[in-house]
């Protein structure tokens, strides 16, 4: 959600700050704000928007530190403003930046009112401040004042602080909301994506929940959350500067569609001998684990949900494991039954989700044995909250809405289908099958990918549009609903999606001339009672959009444009059909004038509640 940089050096920071800010935007914001200490005075500067007004203020009025803390917001508590955006400051003495929700705020906030302090903001953030400052009334250690203050904090946070009264240090902790470490040469940094210091290091420490670091010139002292002395491993990044750079495309979004590809060759490399699949590729422990499973349980949120979905399709029809599907937010609060010998499994893309994280730890309370994590990010809370892990390689991905992300997902869940479904019913004969239709994939979707033209001109019939269906049966349901979700993201299109066989039951009212219908046809089984619904369609005037595997019998008319998509083998199919969706998705957004890789109220990783 909100992004925070800081730092402490023996040059001038802001420009490291405002750099860092302009890395961390893609995690969604609607204001800014930067404070450094300058010659015993903190100096503040926030702006509502995009960074960029922020820069131009400091242009118009600009001020320079050694010691200073940057931050972007996502808005929570109050609206977005200048007057809501961090740094807060209490009564010149104290900045702080915060991610995060503290949840005990209203009690905080009319204990400081009795007191005497003043608020000028809606947010949760500010009695964080006041809080701290009140501390250091008792300790001259911002350290101290720090470790007084979080045992008060109920909630979620990664906070970031300085004062005047120790100008060269900077006090970081975190406690449901990431944080890392930057370690430079003679300067230390601080973020809560590593991609935000890449400029200025590669090595750093990942702060684990409940540690708080203090940070100065002379190195990083870290305390765990029980006030202990601990040490936490430096570790290098192979994440390169230019794989988090635009290079020739547009967007992000457009960049990350295209290095799909690599990332699924990436997610496979290692992990099979021929075509045999390693099972130590989910852990050294996974044979012993995956031998006792019974069930399968999936958690996760937006885009990894239905990941899970289609993989719920795999889990039963080609390993014969029950497989259940649930949104994150959901599973903590419903009083959820975890049968016995159900390996959870939770999805996410940065391993940051907050939702996704707390279902683990109910599904942890409910008795779950073991959990498998299938992530993006190695240093991330849930990768370290699992018991198991699979990686999928899909490498920084910066715009909002995912798409190499979701198909690496797949891939990866695709794996874990092949290791539990060989205690099953998946024999040796489709077991090569499958893994052979995982090897050809890079290359299908390099046939897709050749379509971008052709869909990029199609895209224009949706300039005047503002509503959509999307129609897909079986394991391409799931399909359809990702292509709904990236559509109505990036273009602000109202976009639904439904099993065909639905139509009848209620959505088929919504159809006419002005309501395009996006069709995924793949040559499966399912193929003939498609046709039959895509038919209903056309007999109410609705204009069609299949995109149809290129073996198919399906041909345009007047009101039925077709997509031609190469030919994919049944399991694997549900990946090919993502990617032209993605494409018409994007295409879409830009001829709307939308911003395509931030888009409006949404936010990277939302690792707030």
């Not at 530190?65 to 955006?85: F, K």
């Not at 750093?204 to 010139?217: H, K, R, S």
């Not at 038919?535 to 005037?541: S, T």
Request: hydrophobic residues 40%; contains cysteine; proline residues 4%.
């Amino acid at each position: 959600m909100c992004g925070i940089v800081g730092a402490v050096a023996q040059r001038n920071v802001v420009p490291i700050l405002l750099e860092g800010l302009r890395r961390l935007e893609y995690r969604g914001y609607d204001s800014a704000g930067v404070a450094v200490i300058d010659e015993g005075q903190i100096k503040r500067k926030r702006r509502l928007g995009k960074v960029a007004e922020l820069e131009e203020a400091l242009k118009e009025d600009p001020f320079t530190g050694l010691t200073g803390i940057a931050h972007t917001r996502w808005a929570t508590h109050g609206v977005p403003s200048e007057q809501n955006a961090h740094p807060h400051i209490c009564r010149d003495t104290v900045a702080l930046v915060h991610n995060g929700i503290i949840e005990n705020h209203e009690e905080l906030r009319r204990e400081q009112k009795d007191q005497g302090y003043e608020f000028t903001s809606q947010t949760d953030t500010e009695v964080i401040v006041h809080a701290v400052y009140d501390q250091m009334r008792y300790t001259d250690s911002l350290l101290t004042a720090v470790q007084a203050t979080v045992k008060r904090l109920e909630g979620a946070y990664a906070l970031g602080v300085i004062s005047t009264s120790e100008p060269n240090k900077l006090v970081a902790c975190r406690k449901g909301s990431p944080l890392v470490i930057g370690i430079g040469i003679g300067e230390y940094f601080i973020a809560s994506d590593i991609s935000a210091l890449l400029p200025v290091t590669q090595r750093f420490i990942f702060l684990e929940d409940g540690d708080i670091a203090e940070v100065t010139l002379d190195g990083v002292t870290i305390f765990n959350e029980q006030g202990e002395q601990v040490e936490r491993p430096i570790k290098e990044s192979e994440v390169n500067l230019d794989a988090v750079e635009r290079g020739e495309y547009r967007h992000y979004m457009l960049k990350e569609i295209f290095e799909q590809p690599r990332a699924i060759s990436e997610t496979l490399e290692g992990r099979f001998s021929g075509l045999k699949l390693l099972e130590q590729a989910f852990g050294n422990q996974a044979s012993e684990v995956f031998d006792n499973v019974k069930a399968v349980q999936i958690i996760a949120c937006g885009t990894s949900y239905h990941a899970g979905l289609i993989a719920k399709y795999w889990f039963e029809s080609l390993a014969g494991i029950p497989c259940n599907v649930e949104i994150a937010s959901e599973y903590r609060y419903r009083e959820p039954v975890l049968l016995p010998d159900t390996l959870v499994v939770t999805i996410s893309q940065s391993g940051e989700t907050a939702d996704t994280l707390a279902a683990l730890e109910e599904a942890k309370r409910l008795g779950a044995m073991h959990s498998l994590s299938i992530c993006n990010v190695q240093e991330s809370s849930l990768v370290r909250e699992s018991d198991l892990v699979l990686l999928t390689r899909a490498g920084p991905e910066i715009g909002v809405a995912s798409t190499k992300a979701f198909t690496t997902q797949l891939v990866a869940l695709m794996m874990l289908v092949i290791a539990l479904g060989r205690r099953f019913k998946l024999d040796k004969v489709t077991e090569k099958r499958i893994a052979s239709q995982l090897f050809t994939l890079p290359a299908r979707i390099e046939d897709v990918l050749g379509l971008n033209q052709e869909i990029k001109e199609f895209s224009e019939r949706f300039a005047d549009k503002h509503h959509a269906l999307f129609l897909g049966r079986g394991s391409h349901y799931p399909v359809a609903m990702e292509g709904a979700l990236k559509l109505k993201e990036i273009s602000y299109i109202h976009a639904e999606a439904y099993p065909a066989g639905e139509l009848k039951h209620g959505p088929l009212a919504l159809v006419d001339a002005e309501m395009p219908v996006i069709a995924v046809a793949p040559n499966n089984s399912l193929l003939e009672k498609l046709k039959s619904n895509l038919q209903e369609v056309k007999a109410r005037g609705g204009e069609l959009i299949v995109f149809a595997d290129e073996t198919l019998d399906v041909h345009p008319d007047e009101n039925t444009h077709v997509m031609r998509v190469t030919p994919a083998e049944n399991e694997m199919s549900p990946v090919i059909f993502t990617v032209p969706l993605q494409l018409l998705a994007y295409h879409v957004a830009v001829i709307k004038g939308t911003d395509v890789d931030q888009p409006r109220n949404l936010a990277k990783s939302v690792t707030v509640e």
